[in-house]
């Protein structure tokens, strides 16, 4: 298993505009702070935590997208960040991105047909006409009637509109997929139809995926290996089985009782872990372990002093909590 | 035990350029006191249309209810009522709390102020005793430092404070029914696992009846005692919650189940979505509405319109084939582990 994308202490700090009366000293929203991981080829790795975590500014940088404030981003062995014209250009063929929401995601103007062909005329490939048969191969790959190439996006349910994403994103053949909420915006049914959808392709074309997500049913359902973040910080990384059967970390274990099992009987009898108050700001996070302020098992002084690094907890599981320990949690 | 609530054979269809929309179809339920319903559906299947009927909310220009529709609470038909009459009820013994607690609060006026505004209107409350008793309520659902909160406005408050605030409003006047439209949906699982949390425990100290719309079934399997399953306007199955996740009569309640990834299982199961798309309710499916997207369709299926039929004490289903005792699917049973 080789190492697809190698992420190395990556940080991304956003300004905070402030008024033109009071101090221009700006402050920061840490919206990513130190996050380091790798994907494999072939896996899918899901990023998953609440809104603000980090997990879509995470995406975001992998792709260039957002530059990102110091760390690096290495795809094949390469720094992303010194990519320059062709090498560049041949990144953005291997690397796409599908969206979260498949209304604003597809330009209303252009039928679906030029919308799945850009990115093979961006990058000069193929005639027009073997483009187009090419975008009606890849209709047909999506479940979508190659058909319906000269209709208009509006004219799609969001099920469809989120293929048509998704073809867009496979036109070039990519190697990475960073799906950032593919099916948060979807119904149930459509949604089980577009994971379905994602794991197929992934055999049938090697892929790998980066699936950020808040959904933690899903992104146990699709991932390999799942990464918790809290306030711009990994707070526990690992396979996916360990990481549900047995999370470490006290966020992951909240996490994961919170979420209400669809079974009456167990649902009704399972103890909730019930978190106090909300997510601290991300401008000043709180010191320490970020966790500290609502931390069911936070000691002081040493979760609010010092900061617990993302260490070992068992075998291809890392956690970052000064008393990291098991606890099942899911099965209720 | 009196029923709160009967809702027979509603019909919300609305008049647009492209056609009627029949968002809600023939809906029948009744609510006891004290009592969850919990209303699950897709995007479209009419569970807000139904919610906005009880509360005599839908547009008179675009929306008509049909005739033979009625809503009656403790009796008396709501849908007869004069405006006096509905205002009567709506926000003080019906309150709804609604799916973003952003856009139905009000930006320019102080939380507390807002929160007293119903006890102004229907407990004749005088200014002070309003604001001191929106306190009292923001501190019940856990807002802290309860009295200066109180004269924030909206923006400075968390998305989870402001649905706290929602549920402080609703509750104001001690209301018989509490309709939540998505409540939590726009909310962080952590923050609904707290509002969730907060909604049980007050209807357990109140009493209220509480109509929960949502989506997401573990929220119905927390929450609701009984649930009616909506697709395309109609009702398709009703039963205890027990009935629905453990014996689901219809397929299409089958396909909801079924296409769950659940976190609550060892191994990783398969998910079988429904194929196809929801119907549009301007040219709904003849005969069962499910029927295009239905694995079981017969050519019955294509002509004949399925009626919600009791199956088993309580427990109905709108599907032509739910009496055949073949026709049986054990989904969602604790033990079921797909391996």
């Known amino acids: 298993m080789s190492e697809l994308l190698r992420v190395n202490n990556l940080k991304k700090y956003f300004p905070v505009e402030q008024g033109l009366l009071t101090s221009r000293l700006s402050r920061k929203v840490k919206a990513v702070d130190d996050v380091s991981f790798t994907v494999n080829q072939g896996e899918t790795l899901g990023l998953v935590g609440e809104s603000g975590c980090g997990k879509s500014t995470t995406g975001r940088c992998l792709i260039k997208l957002l530059v990102p404030t110091s760390g690096t981003v290495e795809f094949e062995d390469r720094d992303v960040a010194k990519l320059r014209g062709r090498d560049l250009k041949a990144f953005r063929r291997d690397v796409q991105f599908i969206f979260q929401d498949p209304y604003a995601s597809l330009n209303p103007r252009m039928t679906i047909g030029e919308i799945v062909s850009e990115p093979l005329v961006v990058h000069g490939i193929g005639t027009k006409t073997e483009r187009r048969s090419q975008v009606q191969d890849l209709l047909k790959t999506v479940g979508l009637n190659p058909e319906h190439l000269n209709r208009y996006p509006h004219e799609f349910s969001g099920g469809q509109r989120q293929r048509i994403g998704i073809a867009r994103s496979l036109a070039l053949r990519p190697k990475l997929i960073i799906c950032d909420e593919p099916v948060s915006a979807l119904d149930v049914s459509i949604q089980a139809q577009i994971v379905n959808l994602l794991s197929d392709l992934q055999d049938e074309f090697g892929l790998t995926y980066v699936f950020i997500a808040h959904d933690l049913s899903v992104v146990r359902h699709i991932s390999d290996r799942v990464a918790v973040m809290y306030l711009g910080k990994i707070v526990e990384l690992g396979d996916w089985k360990n990481l549900y059967d047995a999370p470490h970390h006290p966020y992951t274990q909240s996490l994961l009782s919170a979420v209400p099992v669809p079974d009456p009987e167990k649902q009704k009898s399972r103890s909730r872990i019930i978190l106090q108050g909300d997510v601290p700001s991300p401008i000043d996070p709180p010191t320490g372990c970020r966790f500290h302020t609502r931390c069911p098992i936070a000691q002081f002084p040493i979760c609010s002093e010092q900061e617990p690094e993302l260490r070992e907890v068992a075998p291809g599981q890392r956690a970052a909590c000064h008393f990291a320990k098991p606890m099942p949690i899911a099965l209720g | ?339």
């Open chain 2, 1 to 339: 035990m009196s029923t709160l609530l009967e809702v027979r054979n509603l019909k919300t269809h609305f008049h647009t350029r492209d056609g009627v929309v029949k968002a809600v179809d023939g809906v029948n339920f009744n609510l006891e006191p004290g009592k969850t319903l919990a209303v699950v559906g897709e995007s479209g299947s009419g569970k807000s249309v139904t919610a906005l009927s009880i509360m005599r909310l839908i547009p008179k220009t675009t929306g008509v209810i049909g005739t033979d529709s009625d809503i009656l609470f403790k009796g008396e038909s709501v849908l007869g009522m004069d405006d006096a009459g509905v205002r009567s009820i709506r926000g003080n013994r019906i309150a709804m709390i609604f799916q973003d607690p952003m856009t139905s609060l009000n930006p320019v006026y102080r939380v507390g102020r807002q929160i007293g505004e119903s006890l102004i209107l229907h407990k004749g409350l005088k200014k002070k005793e309003a604001d001191e008793r929106a306190v009292e309520l923001l501190d019940m659902v856990g807002i802290p430092h309860a009295g200066e909160r109180a004269k924030d406005y909206p923006h400075q408050f968390s998305g989870g404070m402001r649905q706290r605030a929602m549920i402080a409003m609703a509750l104001a006047c001690d209301p018989d029914i509490l309709i939540a439209d998505e409540p939590t949906t726009a909310l962080d699982v952590t923050i609904q696992a707290q509002i969730l949390e907060l909604m049980i425990e007050l209807q357990e100290r109140t009493g209220t009846a509480i109509i929960m719309i949502t989506h997401d079934l573990g929220v119905v399997a927390d929450m609701a005692n009984e649930v009616m399953v909506m697709y395309a306007g109609k009702q398709i199955e009703y039963g205890t919650a027990e009935d629905v996740f453990y014996r689901p009569l219809h397929p299409y309640t089958w396909g909801l189940l079924e296409s769950l990834p659940r976190h609550d299982v060892s191994e990783k199961g398969i998910l079988l979505p429904i194929t196809g798309q929801p119907p549009s309710l301007i040219n709904v499916p003849s005969g069962c509405a499910f029927h295009p997207r239905c694995p079981y369709a017969k050519d019955v299926c294509h002509t004949q319109v399925p009626q919600l039929t009791s199956i088993e004490d309580g427990h109905s289903s709108a599907c032509l084939f739910s009496g055949d005792p073949g026709f049986r699917r054990e989904t969602a049973s604790p033990s079921r582990e797909v391996v």
